[in-house]
């Protein structure tokens, strides 16, 4: 079985600050793979960033990065320079087969 | 277009009755998904296909839900006798993978919102 935690309801930032967002994936399986994906108020789920359990280097993407702690079952996302456009619900997802989600962080980007 | 493409995108229906939803995935993606999402709560997986085979099904769909790809091309998902508590948004997404994982990028329809009175 595997289950995705994120434990912040709600977030904000300052823009051009920097946030963290937390995210747990708990699994019994060695291979699996993480995402971060953001969903507008417009619903359509978008891919931010992707990291593959077996990789030691953290992924990342422009303003976009993630913290893996693999031991931890940690996998935070970094966005740096925050912008407005930044502001979402974002889900943390892990696949070991299928793909599931937690239940997300609302993100709020103060001008 | 070519994004994944949902029909309807609303969709409001008396308790008991039959709903049907379309997906058309990005023409080249060989795996589609189903999620159903509710307000606070993100994604729920239901079920996805590589190809026109059903490879995985949540074990928390009822068996009022039924999900078919003939041909490995657009999808539908019909739920029988609806109930109040099937009121969400269902989402589809297309990508183009292998291997047992979901390792690839997932590309999201817009959703069909279903309400059920």
């Known amino acids: 079985a595997q289950t995705v935690t994120q434990s912040q309801p709600e977030m904000s930032v300052q823009e051009a600050e920097t946030v963290t967002l937390s995210c747990t994936y708990d699994?019994?399986?060695?291979?699996?793979?993480l995402f971060w994906y953001k969903q507008p108020p417009s619903r359509q789920m978008i891919l931010v960033i992707r990291?593959?359990?077996?990789?030691?280097q953290n992924a990342t993407e422009n303003r976009f990065s993630v913290n893996f702690q693999k031991a931890a079952k940690s996998f935070s996302l970094k966005i740096s320079d925050s912008q407005l456009g930044d502001a979402a619900m974002y889900f943390c997802?892990?696949?070991?087969?299928?793909?599931?989600f937690g239940k997300g962080t609302k993100l709020s980007v103060k001008p | 277009d070519t994004g994944v493409s949902q029909n309807p995108r609303h969709k409001i229906t008396k308790r008991g009755q039959n709903v049907t939803f379309r997906c058309d995935p990005i023409?080249?993606?060989?795996?589609l998904y189903w999620y159903r999402q509710t307000l606070g709560q993100g994604p729920e997986f239901l079920t996805y296909?590589?190809?026109?085979?059903?490879?995985?099904k949540s074990r928390l769909l009822s068996d009022r839900f039924s999900a078919e790809r003939p041909k490995g091309s657009f999808s539908t998902l019909e739920i029988q006798r609806t109930e109040q508590g099937d009121s969400a948004m269902y989402l589809c997404?297309?990508?183009f993978g292998g291997g047992r994982n979901t390792n690839e990028k997932l590309f999201f329809g817009s959703g069909t919102q279903l309400s059920v009175l």
């Open positions: 699994t019994s399986e060695s291979d699996y793979y």
């Open positions: 296909f590589q190809n026109e085979a059903q490879l995985e």
């Open positions: 997802g892990g696949s070991q087969g299928n793909l599931i």
């Open positions: 990291q593959e359990a077996y990789k030691q």
């Open positions: 997404a297309s990508s």
């Open positions: 023409s080249e993606h060989n795996r």
